[in-house]
């Protein structure tokens, strides 16, 4: 019934109780989880777990924090994506919040590798799984120059425009409509939850339901009321409750739409069978 669309099932603290955390997940009629990849080294792991388990799945992408990986080329990300259980181009985008003594104009790197993932999603038809932190200027501007939006006659103009969600979304309200406006779906973790994310409820209750995921990041941002403690998938359904309380909706209205809209977005993931609503 539920969804949880971003979450790192590889990460060692959650591959080392996975048995366990896929008996939650049952428990909590969270059946489906997508499993998100954040280098190439790591790439194979996170593809087993969507090979070994028919309700798991995987994409392939190197995540902009990490400046110590190998950096992925558009070749490596295009035949990597050819796998059967491989759903999306991610994540990518752009992280200024960890810039220590670097400054914007350093991280060029990061928006070269943004470029190359966006090209990787709009070369295969796959959606993008993007993070933005302390960048959305800069991830909007990129994504528009590079994601095919605009007609134009240069290279590249016969391929679809890119598509995907903006991940773990705690930007304004002002960049949730510049995201909608592009096509792009919204996802919610965990902080919606949080006692001080007031303005972050307000811009869920705005988003369109019908372009609304939920997710956990897990391991990471565990909501209310397991704060503090270690996320797994199991833990969506919590996300759903709030988006549900600020919507006006019940709860099984909001998992059925955002496993419907996952789907849509994700669609190399077969259609689940869906209980009726009465
Ligand atoms: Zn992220
Ligand atoms: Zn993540």
């Known amino acids: 019934m539920f969804t949880d669309s971003h979450c790192h099932l590889s990460m060692p603290e959650l591959r080392a109780q996975l048995p366990d955390i896929l008996q939650a997940m049952s428990q909590a009629q969270v059946d489906r989880a997508l499993c998100i990849c954040t280098t190439l080294e790591e790439f194979e792991d996170v593809y087993a777990l969507a090979h070994d388990h028919d309700h798991l799945w995987a994409t392939v992408g190197v995540h902009p924090d990490n400046d110590d990986v190998q950096e992925a080329s558009l070749e490596d990300l295009l035949s990597r994506a050819q796998r059967p259980r491989v759903v999306g181009i991610g994540e990518t985008g752009l992280d200024y919040y960890r810039l220590g003594e670097r400054t914007v104009a350093d991280m060029e790197w990061q ?4 470029r190359t993932h966006i090209r990787a999603g709009r070369q295969t038809d796959l959606p993008l799984v993007i993070h933005t932190r302390s960048a959305s200027d800069d991830t ?25 969600v903006f991940h773990c979304f705690t930007e304004s309200m002002m960049v949730a409509r510049a995201a909608l406006d592009l096509g792009f779906y919204i996802s919610f973790s965990g902080i919606l939850t949080f006692r001080n994310a007031a303005d972050l409820r307000e811009v869920a209750a705005f ?9 956990t990041d897990s391991p990471y941002l565990a909501p209310m009321p397991y704060r503090g403690k ?20 019940s709860v099984e209205a909001v998992a059925e739409a955002t496993s419907l809209n996952f789907e849509q977005l ?11 609503m009465i």
């Open 111 to 114: 928006r070269e590798r943004f």
């Open 140 to 164: 909007l501007a990129i994504l528009r120059e590079e994601g095919g939006f605009a007609p134009t006659a240069g290279q590249g103009s016969k391929l679809p425009a890119a598509r995907g």
């Open 207 to 215: 988003v369109p339901l019908d372009r609304t995921l939920i997710e």
């Open 230 to 249: 270690t996320n797994t998938p199991a833990y969506v359904p919590w996300v759903a409750k709030q988006v549900a309380e600020l919507k006006g909706l």
């Open 266 to 276: 994700f669609n190399r993931v077969p259609a689940t069978a869906r209980s009726v």
